[in-house]
């Protein structure tokens, strides 16, 4: 009997530990199955303040969703180029990426319509401040993104368009006559306004074209003095400050995003706000290294007079007030919002 009941016993036991041993590989299919796996489509290289905000955002993600989520990033526009990028996110090309809609055939109307109205505005936590506020205020600046297949990441800034001259320095607003800028979107309208003229050219011709003179200028950011090299090839710097509104960037595909728990999607949106903080970080100590560069081969910086100056504002801001007036057509309330922009500008401006 003794014997039987050893027998049993010991069949039981084999029994639970095979069963045990079961069930412990059935959890880690589980595990192994709960994790999401994404793809980051970016438009920069690595080495773009962009890039290395997205690097640092994307490490934060991993490990607080506890691993639960992978994020494999796709660099220098691997996955769709910049003005397809709108599009290609929303359809799904990447689960998530940089975007941009001013390149978007429909929708995007704010987007393409405020690339200049932070026009004199330097100081990036004052253009946060009032965009953030703005945004909370007016439905339609949020909606447009999401109208358009796109959940919003981060809203963020980037330093404002200067400037960068190749041969002759601009100290009055007569000299931009006869001279040829790269000069993109609404930013091509300023140069005619004074007998000068605005041409589209990708950056990544950018640099060819000023070092062989085929044209005087480009209108572009400090930091690309470095980041794009410009710094090498120019001899003069004017400072414009012609800002943009912040603006949601970075997107996540919309029909990736309602495919994710409650509980990730609430790490995402915790983030929203850190990682646009993050970027503008990056980009603006991107800015101080360009003005170095550019400084360290020998270009010089400008700076209009008060009036002069004034007057390439008052270009900038009749460009702006005619685009608002096209959106109230649409019923955006376009003069509404940029009236309360520069109002908000001057109440909390410096």
Same mark, same amino acid.
Request: aromatic share 12%; with cysteine; net charge neutral.
């Given at each position: 009997?003794?014997?039987?009941?050893?027998?049993?016993?010991?069949?039981?036991?084999?029994?639970?530990?095979?069963?045990?041993?079961?069930?412990?590989?059935?959890?880690?299919?589980?595990?192994?199955?709960?994790?999401?796996?994404?793809?980051?489509?970016?438009?920069?290289?690595?080495?773009?303040?962009?890039?290395?905000?997205?690097?640092?955002?994307?490490?934060?993600?991993?490990?607080?969703?506890?691993?639960?989520?992978?994020?494999?990033?796709?660099?220098?526009?691997?996955?769709? *180029?910049?003005? %397809?990028?709108?599009?290609?996110?929303? &359809?799904?090309?990447? /689960? !998530? @990426?940089?975007?941009?809609? #001013?390149?978007?055939?429909?929708?995007?109307?704010?987007?393409?319509?405020?690339?200049?109205?932070?026009?004199?505005?330097?100081?990036?936590?004052?253009?946060?401040?009032?965009?953030?506020?703005?945004?909370?205020?007016?439905?339609?600046?949020?909606?447009?993104?999401?109208?358009?297949?796109?959940?919003?990441?981060?809203?963020?800034?980037?330093?404002?368009?200067?400037?960068?001259?190749?041969?002759?320095?601009?100290? *009055?607003?007569? %000299?931009?006559?006869?001279?040829?800028? &790269?000069?993109?979107? /609404? !930013? @091509?309208?300023?140069?005619? #306004?004074?007998?000068?003229?605005?041409?589209?050219?990708?950056?990544?011709?950018?640099?060819?074209?000023?070092?062989?003179?085929?044209?005087?200028?480009?209108?572009?950011?400090?930091?690309?003095?470095?980041?794009?090299?410009?710094?090498?090839?120019?001899?003069?710097?004017?400072?414009?400050?012609?800002?943009?509104?912040?603006?949601?960037?970075?997107?996540?595909?919309?029909?990736?995003?309602?495919?994710?728990?409650?509980?990730?999607?609430?790490?995402?949106?915790?983030?929203?706000?850190?990682?646009?903080?993050?970027?503008?970080?990056?980009?603006?100590?991107?800015?101080?290294?360009?003005?170095?560069?550019?400084?360290?081969?020998?270009?010089?910086?400008?700076?209009?007079?008060?009036?002069?100056?004034?007057?390439?504002?008052?270009v900038v801001d009749g460009i702006i007030v005619e685009q608002m007036a096209d959106l109230d057509k649409k019923g955006l309330d376009g003069t509404a919002v940029y009236k309360e922009m520069r109002r908000l500008i001057k109440q909390h401006g410096r």
């Open positions: 009997m003794r014997r039987v009941w050893n027998y049993l016993i010991t069949s039981i036991l084999g029994t639970l530990i095979v069963v045990g041993l079961t069930l412990g590989a059935s959890v880690n299919v589980v595990q192994a199955a709960d994790t999401i796996e994404l793809t980051y489509g970016g438009n920069w290289p690595p080495s773009h303040p962009f890039t290395k905000a997205t690097i640092i955002w994307i490490d934060k993600i991993e490990k607080e969703t506890q691993g639960r989520v992978k994020i494999k990033p796709f660099w220098a526009s691997a996955l769709y *180029k910049p003005k %397809d990028s709108a599009m290609e996110l929303a &359809k799904g090309v990447a /689960d !998530i @990426g940089d975007l941009s809609g #001013a390149y978007a055939a429909v929708g995007y109307d704010f987007e393409k319509s405020m690339r200049m109205a932070f026009w004199g505005v330097k100081d990036r936590y004052l253009a946060r401040k009032v965009y953030m506020e703005a945004l909370d205020k007016f439905p339609q600046l949020k909606a447009e993104f999401i109208d358009a297949g796109v959940k919003v990441m981060a809203y963020a800034g980037i330093p404002p368009y200067q400037l960068l001259l190749t041969r002759k320095p601009i100290r *009055k607003v007569e %000299d931009f006559k006869g001279m040829t800028f &790269k000069a993109t979107g /609404d !930013i @091509g309208k300023i140069p005619p #306004a004074f007998g000068g003229e605005g041409i589209v050219m990708p950056m990544s011709e950018t640099y060819t074209a000023m070092q062989k003179n085929t044209i005087d200028g480009a209108f572009a950011p400090f930091e690309t003095l470095k980041t794009f090299r410009f710094g090498e090839v120019i001899k003069y710097a004017l400072e414009l400050n012609i800002a943009s509104a912040p603006a949601g960037h970075w997107g996540f595909c919309l029909k990736s995003w309602n495919k994710l728990p409650k509980d990730i999607q609430k790490v995402f949106e915790d983030n929203i706000d850190w990682f646009g903080e993050k970027i503008e970080e990056m980009v603006y100590a991107g800015e101080e290294l360009g003005i170095n560069f550019a400084k360290e081969h020998g270009a010089e910086f400008i700076k209009l007079a008060p009036g002069e100056l004034d007057k390439v504002y008052a």
